[in-house]
């Protein structure tokens, strides 16, 4: 708004400054015009003066008596104070007034010389009276040449005809002045000489020509002045001596008396004096008219303008104050169409359902109503087009939602057709895996049924691209072992994934398992995929109390700061459903499932090589298990069984190495890894749980009927160590201490054929996988070729 404002007023003012400045330099003009005006009067009069000091000064020098020196005496102080009124006068000229300058410094000069020129007037015998008149004749032409330039520049044309009507009167008594001194001198002589009436008749045509020029400028009051001047006895009387002048022939004597020459003349002077100071003080009058009007009208001009500029910041204001106030509401609507109902619309519009969607319905029901209602300016415009902007950019939104979920449900339907026949191919294998005892062809079928559980991942990813759940429904929460198992036995590399130290005491919620299964999965099959091949990688997860985090670090070459910033970017807002999601799909996985979960997955740099994926579990997820059911490691007894046995020791990880690469996604087991074993016998057999391995190949250990008697149960050489541990269920006591407890008897439970190792010795052996299936393979063989008499244990 203060822009629409200031452009108007700036110009306004602009404008205002340039006609204020005209009216300031006119005004300024006519306060100089003013002093200028009064000097020139004052030049005037100071001429006049020069004029009767010069023919005093003329008579002294044609007479010398002592009449003419009191007379040139009294000229002399009359001047001196007319130099004194044009000196007083000179001082207020402006600095400005460089047009006069040279004119004004040769008066000055020519002022100074006054008193030397007296001496000589004074002082000189016999002076030529030519040559001393000269020096009057030059002050008093320069006097007369300021009062006619001070008319130059003057705007008004009365004005300046005033002044130069002035000017034409002092030139019309210099005239008369110098048929005085001419006069004078022809009497000073004797007779008259060609040269000196040569000077009368220029000085009579100066004055006729003086006098015409005045009559020409004056107005009609100034040439009554001047008939007035110009009538009366004297006027006759100085008539009749100039006729008498003219007449007289060179070389003749003139028949003139010089004082009455000089005392008619002299009045003559002193008449048009009069004239002259009659016309200053009307040129005067006329100036101060002038100067006073322009000063008026300077300031009716600054009223003018600034009452100009009080309506025009009115006008402006008020038209800028509507056009901002329609600009902020199109502003504000805009911004919240911008930041507010089309983020909202698009965020509806990515949640499921929005295959249903009709955009151009949609797109007519968002059309902002809060916009700039239609009109003819350009605002109205602005505002219809912005509207048909968020319109289309509804639309466009609504048209790619719908897109999208038709895509998310062609990978649904996809995913869940062909999971289905992964699920029948992983029966078929089952089935296959339990007939099957050649090693090498179960050892195919174990890698078969791996590539299967793969796909069922990958169908798995496609469904949560998709936008639905991959779990199933589980009635009881799983321990994070098994689901750190059960997503390893998920990715390709399995044999390269190390369990480091996991915390027993945490499960994960049922609701939650199959979609963290998934997660970690998709982590340790990045860190094994993106490692060297021959290394491994290092899996944790420890217990925070309101948290879980589970790393996995692998030792690869690592991502620089940039990737890791993207890869942490894309893991905290995965992009929606396209082709880059497809490609990255781990990824992209990885963050929808996080999001679904409440959890966070972070990639950063490991501590000495590689990378580390830390996924965090929200304590929504999480968990606690009682002490009873804590698992020790994976296919070991529970804590349990472990109470009638001795502990083992605790789990002694390997120096865990760098993390790995960005994470992909697997589903739980179908069924449990152990099984609880049957109730205790009346042998007192302790408690145990076994792996449902041995369930699924059981029939690999039937006993056989032998002579049509009943079959006995299978034995081996560990019978005996059995029944040894059996009888540790009902200790004989032997001997008691003093108080009555039973004295401990060393050794004498000692299990046969065990190895005694010390506590702090034992340590996790790690296996391989497929080293395990293939000695499955070959005890599975073995025991096909068992003894066909097995041992009954019931009989000893």
Same mark, same amino acid.
């Given at each position: 708004?203060?822009?629409?404002?200031?452009?108007?007023?700036?110009? #306004?003012?602009?404008?205002?400054?340039?006609?204020?400045?005209?009216?300031?330099?006119?005004?300024?003009?006519?306060?100089?015009?003013? +002093?200028?005006?009064?000097?020139?009067?004052?030049?005037?009069? @100071?001429?006049?003066?020069?004029?009767?000091?010069?023919?005093?000064?003329?008579?002294?020098?044609?007479?010398?008596?002592?009449?003419? %020196?009191?007379?040139?005496?009294?000229?002399?102080?009359?001047?001196?104070?007319?130099?004194?009124?044009?000196?007083?006068?000179?001082?207020?000229?402006?600095?400005?007034?460089?047009?006069? &300058?040279?004119?004004?410094?040769?008066?000055?000069?020519?002022?100074?010389?006054?008193?030397?020129?007296?001496?000589?007037?004074?002082?000189?015998?016999?002076? !030529?009276?030519?040559?001393?008149?000269?020096?009057?004749?030059?002050?008093?032409?320069?006097?007369?040449?300021?009062?006619?330039?001070?008319?130059?520049?003057?705007?008004?044309?009365?004005?300046?005809?005033?002044?130069?009507?002035?000017?034409? @009167?002092?030139?019309?008594?210099?005239?008369?002045?110098?048929?005085?001194?001419?006069?004078?001198?022809?009497?000073?002589?004797?007779?008259?000489?060609?040269?000196? %009436? %040569?000077?009368?008749?220029?000085?009579?045509?100066?004055?006729?020509?003086?006098?015409?020029?005045?009559?020409?400028?004056?107005?009609?009051?100034?040439?009554?002045?001047?008939?007035?001047?110009?009538?009366?006895?004297?006027?006759?009387?100085?008539?009749?001596?100039?006729?008498?002048?003219?007449?007289?022939?060179?070389?003749?004597?003139? /028949?003139?008396?010089?004082?009455?020459?000089?005392?008619?003349?002299?009045?003559?002077?002193?008449?048009?004096?009069?004239?002259?100071?009659?016309?200053?003080?009307?040129?005067?009058?006329?100036?101060?008219?002038?100067?006073?009007?322009?000063?008026?009208?300077?300031?009716?001009?600054?009223?003018?303008?600034?009452?100009?500029?009080?309506?025009?910041?009115?006008?402006?204001?008020? +038209?800028?104050?509507?056009?901002?106030?329609?600009?902020?509401?199109?502003?504000?609507?805009?911004?919240? *169409?911008?930041?507010?109902? @089309?983020?909202? +619309?698009?965020?509806?519009?990515?949640?499921?359902?929005?295959?249903?969607?009709?955009?151009?319905?949609?797109? &007519?029901?968002?059309?902002?109503?809060?916009?700039?209602?239609?009109?003819?300016?350009?605002?109205?415009?602005?505002? /219809?087009?912005?509207?048909?902007?968020?319109?289309?950019?509804?639309?466009?939104?609504?048209? /790619?939602?719908?897109? &999208?979920?038709?895509?998310?449900?062609?990978?649904?339907?996809?995913?869940?057709?062909?999971?289905?026949?992964?699920?029948?191919?992983?029966?078929?294998?089952?089935?296959?895996? &339990?007939?099957?005892?050649?090693?090498?062809?179960?050892?195919?079928?174990?890698?078969?049924?791996?590539?299967?559980?793969?796909?069922?991942?990958?169908?798995?990813?496609?469904?949560?691209?998709?936008?639905?759940?991959?779990?199933?429904?589980?009635?009881?929460?799983?321990?994070?072992?098994?689901? =750190?198992?059960?997503?390893?036995?998920?990715?390709?590399?399995?044999?390269?994934?190390?369990?480091?130290?996991?915390?027993?005491?945490?499960?994960?919620?049922?609701?939650?398992?199959?979609?963290? *299964?998934?997660?970690?999965?998709?982590?340790?099959?990045?860190?094994?995929?993106?490692?060297?091949?021959?290394?491994?990688?290092?899996?944790?997860?420890?217990?925070?109390?309101?948290? #879980?985090?589970?790393?996995?670090?692998?030792?690869?070459?690592? =991502? !620089?700061?940039?990737?890791?910033?993207?890869?942490?970017?894309?893991?905290?807002?995965?992009?929606?459903?396209?082709?880059?999601?497809?490609?990255?799909?781990?990824?992209?996985?990885?963050?929808?499932?996080?999001?679904?979960?409440?959890?966070?997955?972070?990639?950063?740099?490991?501590?000495?090589?590689?990378?580390?994926?830390?996924?965090?579990?929200?304590?929504?997820?999480?968990?606690?298990?009682?002490?009873?059911?804590?698992?020790?490691?994976?296919?070991?007894? !529970?804590?349990?069984?472990?109470?009638?046995?001795?502990?083992?020791?605790?789990?002694?990880?390997?120096?865990?190495?760098?993390?790995?690469?960005?994470?992909?996604?697997?589903?739980?087991?179908?069924?449990? +890894?152990?099984?609880?074993?049957?109730?205790?016998?009346?042998?007192?057999?302790?408690?145990?749980?076994?792996?449902?391995?041995?369930?699924?190949?059981?029939?690999?250990?039937?006993?056989?009927? *032998?002579?049509?008697?009943?079959?006995?149960?299978?034995?081996?050489?560990?019978?005996?160590?059995?029944?040894?541990?059996?009888?540790?269920?009902?200790?004989?006591?032997?001997?008691?201490?003093?108080?009555?407890?039973?004295?401990?008897?060393?050794?004498?439970?000692?299990?046969?054929?065990?190895?005694?190792?010390?506590?702090?010795?034992?340590?996790?052996?790690?296996?391989?996988?497929?080293?395990?299936?293939?000695?499955?393979?070959?005890?599975?063989?073995? #025991?096909?070729?068992?003894?066909?008499?097995?041992?009954?244990?019931?009989?000893?």
């Amino acid at each position: 708004m203060r822009l629409i404002v200031a452009a108007p007023l700036v110009a #306004v003012i602009g404008f205002a400054g340039l006609a204020l400045t005209e009216s300031a330099r006119q005004t300024t003009r006519a306060s100089d015009l003013e +002093v200028l005006a009064r000097l020139g009067a004052e030049a005037g009069d @100071l001429a006049y003066r020069l004029q009767r000091e010069r023919i005093a000064a003329a008579d002294l020098l044609t007479y010398a008596a002592t009449e003419q %020196q009191d007379a040139f005496g009294t000229e002399m102080a009359a001047t001196d104070d007319a130099v004194a009124r044009y000196r007083r006068q000179r001082d207020r000229v402006p600095a400005d007034a460089d047009a006069n &300058r040279p004119l004004l410094r040769r008066i000055d000069a020519a002022l100074d010389g006054l008193a030397p020129l007296r001496t000589q007037v004074r002082t000189a015998a016999h002076a !030529s009276v030519s040559a001393m008149t000269f020096s009057y004749r030059i002050a008093i032409a320069d006097l007369i040449n300021f009062r006619e330039n001070v008319s130059h520049g003057v705007v008004n044309a009365q004005l300046a005809d005033g002044i130069r009507a002035s000017a034409a @009167l002092s030139k019309t008594a210099e005239a008369i002045g110098q048929q005085q001194v001419a006069v004078l001198r022809a009497a000073a002589a004797g007779e008259l000489t060609p040269a000196m %009436q %040569q000077d009368i008749t220029a000085a009579r045509t100066s004055y006729t020509e003086s006098s015409l020029s005045f009559l020409a400028l004056a107005p009609p009051d100034w040439s009554l002045w001047w008939d007035q001047v110009g009538t009366g006895k004297e006027a006759l009387v100085l008539q009749r001596m100039q006729d008498e002048v003219s007449r007289a022939q060179p070389g003749a004597r003139l /028949q003139l008396a010089t004082d009455s020459w000089v005392s008619t003349t002299q009045d003559r002077a002193a008449r048009l004096s009069e004239l002259r100071g009659r016309v200053d003080d009307a040129v005067l009058d006329d100036v101060r008219a002038a100067h006073t009007d322009q000063r008026r009208r300077a300031v009716a001009e600054a009223v003018g303008v600034l009452l100009a500029l009080l309506l025009t910041a009115l006008v402006t204001w008020a +038209v800028a104050r509507q056009i901002t106030r329609r600009l902020r509401r199109l502003r504000d609507a805009a911004n919240a *169409v911008a930041f507010e109902q @089309l983020p909202a +619309v698009v965020a509806r519009l990515q949640q499921p359902g929005s295959a249903a969607v009709d955009p151009h319905e949609l797109a &007519r029901q968002q059309s902002s109503a809060a916009l700039e209602p239609s009109s003819d300016d350009e605002i109205g415009e602005l505002g /219809q087009a912005f509207s048909a902007v968020h319109r289309a950019a509804v639309r466009t939104a609504a048209e /790619q939602a719908v897109m &999208r979920a038709n895509t998310a449900d062609i990978f649904i339907h996809l995913s869940r057709r062909e999971q289905r026949l992964v699920d029948a191919v992983l029966a078929q294998v089952d089935l296959v895996e &339990r007939d099957e005892t050649d090693p090498d062809r179960l050892h195919q079928l174990y890698t078969l049924d791996n590539l299967a559980t793969r796909m069922g991942r990958i169908n798995a990813s496609l469904l949560v691209l998709g936008g639905v759940g991959v779990g199933r429904v589980r009635q009881h929460d799983v321990p994070l072992q098994q689901v =750190l198992q059960a997503a390893l036995s998920q990715i390709e590399h399995y044999a390269r994934i190390r369990l480091g130290m996991v915390d027993g005491d945490v499960a994960v919620a049922a609701k939650s398992v199959d979609e963290v *299964v998934h997660l970690l999965a998709e982590l340790m099959d990045n860190a094994t995929t993106y490692s060297p091949p021959g290394s491994e990688a290092w899996v944790t997860g420890r217990s925070l109390g309101d948290r #879980v985090i589970v790393q996995i670090s692998d030792e690869g070459v690592g =991502l !620089s700061p940039h990737r890791l910033q993207q890869l942490n970017e894309l893991l905290a807002r995965p992009p929606a459903i396209d082709v880059a999601a497809v490609r990255a799909m781990g990824l992209v996985v990885v963050g929808q499932l996080a999001a679904r979960l409440g959890a966070s997955v972070q990639l950063r740099r490991g501590p000495r090589r590689g990378t580390l994926a830390e996924a965090t579990l929200p304590a929504a997820m999480i968990r606690s298990l009682p002490p009873e059911e804590y698992l020790l490691a994976p296919g070991r007894l !529970s804590r349990r069984a472990a109470r009638t046995t001795n502990p083992p020791p605790p789990y002694q990880p390997r120096p865990q190495p760098t993390a790995g690469h960005p994470p992909v996604e697997r589903t739980l087991p179908a069924a449990p +890894v152990f099984r609880p074993a049957p109730a205790p016998t009346s042998r007192g057999e302790a408690p145990t749980e076994e792996l449902l391995i041995f369930e699924q190949v059981n029939h690999w250990f039937h006993t056989d009927v *032998v002579d049509g008697h009943d079959g006995r149960e299978w034995s081996s050489p560990a019978d005996d160590a059995w029944r040894t541990a059996a009888e540790a269920h009902t200790p004989e006591v032997a001997t008691t201490t003093t108080s009555g407890l039973p004295k401990r008897q060393p050794q004498r439970h000692l299990v046969p054929g065990g190895v005694t190792v010390p506590q702090q010795q034992q340590r996790s052996e790690y296996r391989d996988p497929a080293q395990v299936a293939t000695a499955m393979a070959a005890y599975a063989r073995g #025991v096909a070729t068992r003894r066909r008499t097995p041992i009954n244990l019931g009989n000893k």
